[in-house]
């Protein structure tokens, strides 16, 4: 089954972190990626750019309207994602524990839906 990773932290300025911190941290996310690239379970995975870069777009009676920011005004964003092929859960669990971003925020776990042929060539897809 494939599950989405999403990684949740407190936004902060690179430029405010400690640099041994930051590069320590940066270190951990690339033995992480190498490790889950190397298991095979890797299907993806991006780091985004500060909630500041967001723009949300809604469409309300047939007009487009844009808001510069996130949806939300939370403390803690999204920060980037990983996508995981697991067995299970309880293997998707284990992989989202190693991520540096469990350590001092979230990983919000989200299983795919993965449709049939069928439902794709009804735009379910």
């Keep these: 089954m494939k599950y989405l990773a999403l990684i949740y932290s407190e936004e902060q300025d690179p430029s405010t972190v400690d640099p041994q911190e930051w590069e320590g941290l940066m270190a951990a996310y690339n033995r992480f990626t190498q490790e889950i690239q190397a298991s095979g379970v890797s299907l993806g995975a991006e780091a985004l750019q500060p909630t500041s870069t967001?723009?949300?777009v809604r469409v309300?009676?047939?007009?487009?309207?844009?808001?510069?920011?996130?949806?939300?005004?939370?403390?803690?964003?999204?920060?980037?994602?990983?996508?995981?092929?697991c067995q299970d859960l309880d293997e998707a669990i284990d992989w989202a524990a190693k991520l540096?971003?469990?350590?001092?925020?979230?990983?919000?776990?989200?299983?795919?839906m993965e449709f049939s042929p069928e439902q794709q060539q009804v735009g379910l897809g």
């Design 60 to 85: 309300r009676e047939g007009k487009t309207m844009t808001t510069d920011g996130p949806f939300a005004e939370t403390r803690e964003a999204l920060g980037g994602y990983y996508i995981f092929q």
């Design 100 to 112: 540096p971003g469990s350590w001092r925020g979230s990983v919000e776990l989200r299983p795919i």
């Design 54 to 56: 967001a723009t949300t």
